[in-house]
């Protein structure tokens, strides 16, 4: 019978709940309680964070940069807060380490770049958590939707327009080889390729041959309708309509896939990133071929650009973070007859 004073123990002696050591036994071992990371951390630099963490504006630009960058004006629409606001209290997170700026022509968009410390991450998981349900920040996030969706919208009314003249396009800006430069490696025959942004399918024509199969993805109707033709020579290409932040495709169902000429249209690259390696198997390659950073601004309003190319540093860093090791990126001979800015090519393979 258990009784003993409030039922810790029983009447055949065996030890009460309320005397075992913190340090317990299992099978004969000692195993030591975990320490929380928050206890293991410097306590003032704790303080620091927790005094940064501890205005609720500061969160909600926290949690809208955790889904995206955003430049200031956009974070003021998003927050409905005025831009001295705002930037004040990025002036803060940026101090602290929080947020990170870069230089996009003539805007700075923030990022979130919570410290590498493992106590303020700690601390960043308990508010966000704290906080993910309140009124203001699910507001924060209808209105942050809707931000994206109007970046999108930019590039797209674009393409709606020009997928008849994509190719010479294509040709005019970036030489008339642009879809074979990132083939720098050896393809294996056994392989299944994805073509991600697949555009009129040039790349995926040149791939299919020496594959067992590709699959082209596209957001736009007109884009694959374009390259339906194109592909009647090669049974072996599956064309599937989505976005590149939500491919459609499984989980490791691609052994390399290429994303030629479109992470300047995306609004967020890491994710297209963080897609592409959900999608490949382990060990499986991602190849970029993109613009390099450059100043030509009317590629914006022009042709919908998100971003004017991206620097050598930018593109390891982002890789590094999507679950990429090898990580290269090198510059791409420039074709003498191409108007447009100069290219590089990135590799990683997935972890």
Known sequence: MVGDRGGHGTSRGLTRTRDIHPISRMNGSTVSPRPSPLLDTDPGLLLDHLSTLGDETRVRLLLVLDRSE??????????????????????????????????????????????????PRGLWRVVREGMLAAGPVQEDAERAGVVLAERRERSRSFFRSASGQWDALRTELFGAHTERLGLFGLLDPAWTVGDLGCGTGALSATVAPSVARVIAVDREPGMLESAAPRMAEHPNVELRRGELEALPVEEGELDLAFCALVLHLVPDPR??????????RRGGLLVVVD??????????????????????????????????????VRNLPPDPAAKGPLLFAARGRRV
């Open 271 to 280: 994710k297209v990133m963080a897609e592409a390696a959900r999608g490949l």
């Open 291 to 328: 613009m390099r950073a450059h100043d030509r601004e009317e590629y914006r309003e022009e042709m919908g650009h998100l971003w004017t190319g991206f620097s050598r540093e930018t593109m390891e860093g982002w890789l590094e973070d999507a679950g990429f090791d090898g990580v290269r």
């Open 70 to 119: 955003f430049a200031v004006g956009e974070l003021c629409r998003i927050l409905q807060l005025p831009q001295s606001t705002v930037s004040r209290h990025l002036k803060l997170l940026s101090d602290a380490g929080w947020v990170q700026a870069r230089t996009e022509g003539t805007s700075r968009p923030y990022r979130f770049t919570p410290p590498a410390e493992k106590g």
